[in-house]
């Protein structure tokens, strides 16, 4: 692997942080941009089916705005991505009480969670490290939690993100990035002629609140089958699963036939129209389809200078189940110390005809 890696002082926080700016380039000419406030990737620029190069990761021109950013582009989601219902959990039979910063719902970490953080951050030969230490009682979880992110490019254009965790008392841990992806550039406006194909013959049902209720619905046959490809656009507005209810998807997905600890292929996005695709491989026992359906409500200015419209980017997000701490039935979120928490996300970019 022959990445080079250039970096910068992007900007400052209102504390003085330094924002650090990291560029991977591979001996195709592909780049990586990322940032270690929240940890993350801020461009990827890859070549179309014409051997044109283009920037396909939603975000923002400048640091600064990163720091106000709601729908966490490219960002390191943590401690715990996605719901916990009602902002509540029991460890070892302690209560613990969160933030309820969606509704009802703790969300993402809560509203200083790991995305909102500035990492520690080096290079490591042809990888860049970034390290957060998040204290005991950190937005009211337990434990001292060294929280590590690692990230690869290599010459086959595959980003490969890797997510450790220790901790000196039993908390809960589930991290993800949450990289926005419009494989056309990300100023091509909407992605719901993407089509996508995703090893998941069941879903995860949701009540109003977007709170699994612990059953898995069959895929087969409905708005949510992606076992072949098809169109984001075919089922943006069905009720199952109140697909509409939410704008758009917004489902966490079962992986088929995981098993803890194994990178498997989760599935694949492609772009008829720019040759694009992008294939998402991970050690987690979920991905949440998000179809961007709230990137009108208050982003930054994007990178071409002009707001992203609902749809204009898709996330597919790697982790755990959500609420999985409240559901016995789901993969254990718990972490305890001696133990060693370890995933991979690996998002593979090509090219077809």
């Keep these: 692997m022959t990445t080079e890696i250039e970096q910068d002082v992007w900007g400052l926080t209102a504390a003085g942080e330094a924002i650090v700016r990291y560029r991977m380039r591979n001996a195709c000419g592909a780049e990586v941009e990322l940032t270690n406030l929240g940890a993350a990737v801020t461009a990827v620029r890859v070549p179309d089916r014409e051997g044109r190069i283009a920037d396909v990761a939603i975000g923002y021109a400048d640091a600064a705005d990163y720091l106000r950013d709601p729908a966490n582009a490219g960002k390191t989601i943590g401690r715990f991505a996605n719901r916990i219902a009602g902002g509540l959990m029991t460890l070892d039979g302690e209560e613990y009480r969160l933030e309820n910063n969606c509704g009802r719902n703790h969300l993402h970490g809560g509203s200083d969670g790991f995305a909102r953080r500035i990492w520690e951050s080096r290079v490591e030969t042809n990888r860049v490290v970034m390290t957060l230490l998040s204290p005991d009682g950190d937005q009211g979880y337990p434990g001292e939690l060294e929280a590590e992110a690692v990230f690869d490019f290599d010459d086959d254009n595959s980003l490969e993100i890797t997510y450790r965790a220790a901790t000196d008392r039993t908390t809960v841990v589930n991290l ?87 990178l498997k292929s989760a599935g694949t996005l492609r772009s008829t129209r720019s040759g694009r695709r992008m294939e998402i491989l991970t050690s987690q026992p979920g991905v949440v389809l998000y179809t961007g359906n709230g990137l009108a409500g208050g982003c930054p200015l994007s990178k071409s200078g002009r707001r992203y419209d609902d749809y204009d980017g898709v996330a597919i997000e790697c982790q755990n189940f959500p609420d999985a701490v409240n559901r016995p039935e789901f993969p254990s979120p718990l972490l305890r110390p001696g133990a060693v928490y370890c995933q991979k996300i690996v998002y593979r970019f090509s090219t077809f005809e």
């Design 176 to 262: 993800t990035n949450h990289l926005y992806v419009n494989l056309d550039g990300e100023q091509a406006g909407s992605v719901l002629d993407h089509e996508l194909q995703l090893h998941a013959s069941r879903v995860l049902e949701v009540d109003e609140r977007q709170l699994p209720t612990g059953r898995l619905l069959d895929t087969a046959g409905t708005a949510m089958d992606f076992r072949e490809f098809r169109p984001l656009r075919n089922g943006i507005d069905a009720d199952f699963n109140r697909i509409r209810d939410f704008g758009g998807y917004d489902h966490c997905f079962a992986v088929d036939d995981w098993q803890p600890g194994i």
